[in-house]
């Protein structure tokens, strides 16, 4: 039997990483080439996948969707990720604490992590292995779009996985979410699994209080709070 036995998911856009920037840029060049126009606006981002994102963007900006549409932006949104590797070194940045809390949880007995979001797996790939975390995450095991699932299905799709890859059983309240978003806190409840969330992203702490999460940090600077709430609400 394994000794694995808690599980650790972390959102990655503004919970772990900011990338604002290259993600707007990608967005564009992939709209451009989808659509064979500038783009002219992106609707908010927190807490979607990149298929909501994908249809709300091309419904600001006019475009009539067909069936076609989203497997071409997938595709051309992957690529344009792929080409800006070397921005998101220069101008992604790791948010304050991220780092130190990840080798933190590396360290605790019986944990695993992964991630969890609504982001494509090349690309939250590319994002945490350029900024230097993928070290300390298992991202076989994460939960990424498809343009099927949810991200509260994307959980228990990561949670399998998991369990698969290391032997083990990660159930709801083994299980803990680490996000920014009230949409991310509506996830982890319809999945059953607790959410610490972080006022890292456009959410203030009151409003992610408001959306029912089991525990608010202000940031991840504070690592021995990080590991603590991943402690109480896994019953560690």
Not at 73 to 102: C, I, M, P, S, T
Not at 130 to 140: I, P
Request: glycine share 8%.
């Amino acid at each position: 039997m394994s000794t694995l036995n808690r599980l650790v998911l972390w959102n990655i856009d503004h919970t772990l990483v900011d990338v604002g920037r290259i993600t707007r840029d990608a967005y564009a060049e992939a709209f451009q080439r989808t659509i064979g126009r500038p783009l002219v606006r992106l609707p908010p981002t927190p807490g979607r996948t990149e298929s909501e994102i994908i249809f709300e963007t091309l419904a600001f900006n006019d475009v009539v969707t067909t069936d076609d549409h989203l497997p071409a932006f997938f595709d051309a949104l992957a690529e344009a990720f792929a080409n800006r590797r070397a921005d998101l070194r220069a101008h992604g940045r790791v948010l304050a604490g991220a780092g130190e809390a990840v080798e933190a949880l590396a360290h605790v007995p019986g944990v695993v992590q992964s991630v969890l979001t609504g982001s494509l797996q090349p690309n939250a790939v590319l994002k945490v292995t350029e900024l230097g975390l993928a070290a300390r995450l298992d991202l076989e095991a994460g939960g990424y779009e498809n343009g099927v699932y949810s991200k509260a299905a994307l959980l228990e799709v990561a949670r399998a996985r998991a369990g698969e890859r290391h032997g083990a059983r990660y159930p709801e309240s083994a299980t803990v979410y680490v996000a920014d978003s009230p949409r991310d806190v509506q996830a982890a409840h319809i999945a059953g699994s607790p959410i610490i969330a972080v006022a890292t992203g456009s959410a203030t702490e009151a409003e992610l209080r408001a959306a029912g999460a089991d525990r608010v940090l202000a940031t991840l600077a504070d690592t021995h709070a990080v590991v603590s709430a991943v402690a109480d609400l896994t019953r560690m």
